[in-house]
């Protein structure tokens, strides 16, 4: 198992950006895809972006795309969220979590499944205000 801390969260208005960070600890990060999920008050955890181990694949959400960056550096044992023109429907609490076998990182066919990932961090609280 691998310990997860998130942090960056926090209040931003409408259009702005925030960058959220997950320091890993434990067992060898660069073992394990990442992910960013999320979850709003009243609705299911849904998968906002992936990252596979060396950071050569990744996944985003529809209603990410191109607007949010995932990335990793492994010698950090840390994976990031870059995310600019936020909307208030980016409101949630996010969450990172790892993945030992990853099977959407080899096939792109496959949507990150938050069953599959064994660790998680606690989330960190991201408001967007309009």
């Known amino acids: 198992q691998v310990q997860l801390v998130e942090s960056g969260g926090g209040l931003v208005q409408a259009g702005g950006s925030l960058r959220l960070s997950c320091a890993a600890s434990?067992?060898?990060?660069?073992?394990?895809?990442m992910g960013w999920f999320r979850q709003a008050p009243g609705k299911e955890r849904e998968v906002v972006a992936a990252?596979?181990?060396?950071?050569?694949?990744?996944y985003y959400a529809d209603s990410v795309k191109g607007r949010f960056t995932i990335s990793r550096d492994n010698a950090k044992n840390s994976v990031y969220l870059q995310m600019n023109s936020l909307k208030p429907e980016d409101t949630a609490v996010y969450y990172c979590?790892?993945?030992?076998?990853?099977?959407?990182?080899?096939?792109?066919?496959?949507?990150?499944?938050?069953?599959?990932?064994?660790?998680w961090g606690q989330g960190t609280q991201v408001t967007v205000s309009s």
């Open positions: 434990g067992r060898t990060f660069s073992s394990y895809a």
């Open positions: 979590a790892a993945d030992l076998r990853a099977p959407w990182a080899i096939n792109p066919s496959l949507v990150p499944d938050a069953h599959l990932f064994g660790s």
């Open positions: 990252i596979s181990w060396s950071g050569g694949n990744t």
